[in-house]
């Protein structure tokens, strides 16, 4: 049942945290080059900011159910709920979950207001933050050298991810919204190649900071086969490799074929299996962040 429990609050964290950084992605990188006119441009970014409304109210709940499944393992039954629940808010896990709690709370009002005003840098900037969430709370911040540096790595790899999954996502959004509008026979073809780009770049931090962290938990390497945790890590970088061919397929034999009814039809067939696999990534990833590595 913990098992349960660990991988479903950190995939619900997790997919939280991907909608929001996949629609601020697009809001900056991909609307700006995919949209036809002023009036598209303006439709996308209010469907982004519905994406990112999505992802916040999503990381608000896995936010809540990670302090829950905390205060369940912290508690002592000596003591009421509430005592238990105020003891768990004053350590330093605790201020870190409070801010986070708030952040998200505020992520969601900016995305939901955000195609009537300015709240667009207030979203990215909260999106942005709360990415560090993880790595305040895992295996980064408690490494004894390079503290900083590794959290910083931690932040860059949910970053990347975001960037990845979130972004295949918006892009999927994106084209469901178009299709239905006059200017939906292209839409699919216009945003994939600005994605692709950030695909690569994302895909790169990805793997370098996954070395970074796989070098610092990992004391040699017969600890993957030895160590849970390195037998997590195998099955994720399986998966990972998986969600790679799906997206090296779609972009060296899917993406010539945009623009036709069938092409376009393979790809959104494809990404869907790119985004399913890739959910199994994160569940993988949650049970990594509960999972003590090798010297910790």
């Given at each position: 049942?913990?098992?349960?429990?660990?991988?479903?609050t950190?995939?619900?964290l997790?997919?939280?945290?991907v909608?929001?950084?996949?629609?601020?992605?697009?809001?900056?990188?991909?609307?700006?080059?995919?949209?036809?006119?002023?009036?598209?441009?303006?439709?996308?970014?209010g469907?982004?900011?519905?994406?990112?409304?999505?992802?916040?109210?999503?990381?608000?709940?896995?936010?809540?159910l990670?302090?829950?499944?905390?205060?369940?393992?912290?508690?002592?039954?000596?003591f009421?709920?509430?005592?238990?629940?105020?003891?768990?808010l004053?350590?330093p896990?605790g201020?870190?979950?409070?801010?986070?709690?708030?952040a998200?709370?505020?992520?969601?009002?900016?995305?939901?207001?955000?195609?009537?005003?300015?709240?667009?840098?207030?979203?990215?900037?909260?999106?942005?933050?709360?990415?560090?969430?993880?790595?305040?709370?895992?295996h980064?911040?408690?490494?004894?050298?390079?503290?900083?540096?590794?959290?910083?790595?931690?932040?860059?790899?949910?970053?990347?991810?975001?960037?990845?999954?979130?972004?295949?996502?918006?892009?999927l959004?994106?084209?469901?919204?178009a299709r239905?509008?006059d200017?939906?026979a292209?839409?699919?073809s216009?945003?994939?190649?600005?994605?692709?780009?950030i695909?690569?770049?994302a895909?790169?931090?990805?793997?370098?900071?996954?070395v970074?962290?796989?070098?610092?938990h990992?004391?040699e390497?017969?600890?993957?086969?030895?160590?849970?945790?390195?037998?997590?890590?195998?099955?994720?970088l399986?998966?990972?490799?998986?969600?790679?061919?799906?997206?090296a397929?779609?972009?060296?034999?899917l993406?010539?074929?945009?623009?036709?009814?069938?092409?376009?039809?393979?790809?959104?067939?494809?990404a869907?299996?790119?985004?399913?696999?890739?959910?199994?990534?994160?569940?993988?990833?949650?049970?990594?962040?509960?999972t003590?590595?090798t010297?910790?």
């Amino acid at each position: 049942m913990g098992l349960v429990l660990n991988g479903a609050t950190g995939w619900i964290l997790f997919v939280g945290l991907v909608l929001m950084t996949g629609a601020v992605v697009a809001r900056w990188f991909i609307v700006p080059t995919a949209s036809a006119s002023a009036d598209e441009a303006r439709e996308m970014r209010g469907g982004m900011a519905r994406l990112g409304t999505v992802g916040s109210a999503v990381l608000v709940l896995g936010i809540g159910l990670f302090f829950l499944r905390q205060l369940v393992e912290f508690r002592d039954p000596a003591f009421p709920w509430g005592e238990e629940a105020a003891l768990l808010l004053s350590t330093p896990w605790g201020r870190t979950w409070l801010k986070a709690a708030f952040a998200s709370l505020a992520a969601t009002v900016s995305f939901a207001f955000a195609p009537r005003g300015g709240s667009w840098w207030m979203a990215t900037g909260l999106t942005l933050a709360l990415g560090a969430f993880p790595a305040l709370t895992g295996h980064a911040s408690a490494v004894e050298r390079f503290t900083g540096l590794f959290v910083l790595a931690d932040a860059t790899h949910v970053w990347a991810a975001g960037a990845w999954i979130g972004g295949l996502t918006a892009v999927l959004w994106l084209d469901r919204t178009a299709r239905r509008s006059d200017a939906g026979a292209n839409a699919l073809s216009r945003l994939v190649p600005p994605f692709s780009r950030i695909a690569m770049i994302a895909v790169a931090s990805l793997i370098a900071t996954g070395v970074l962290a796989s070098w610092e938990h990992l004391p040699e390497p017969k600890a993957l086969l030895t160590t849970t945790w390195g037998n997590l890590l195998v099955a994720k970088l399986v998966l990972v490799a998986g969600v790679l061919a799906i997206g090296a397929y779609n972009f060296r034999v899917l993406t010539d074929r945009l623009g036709s009814p069938d092409g376009d039809a393979a790809m959104r067939r494809s990404a869907a299996l790119e985004l399913a696999v890739a959910q199994l990534v994160l569940i993988l990833t949650a049970l990594l962040v509960r999972t003590s590595p090798t010297g910790h």
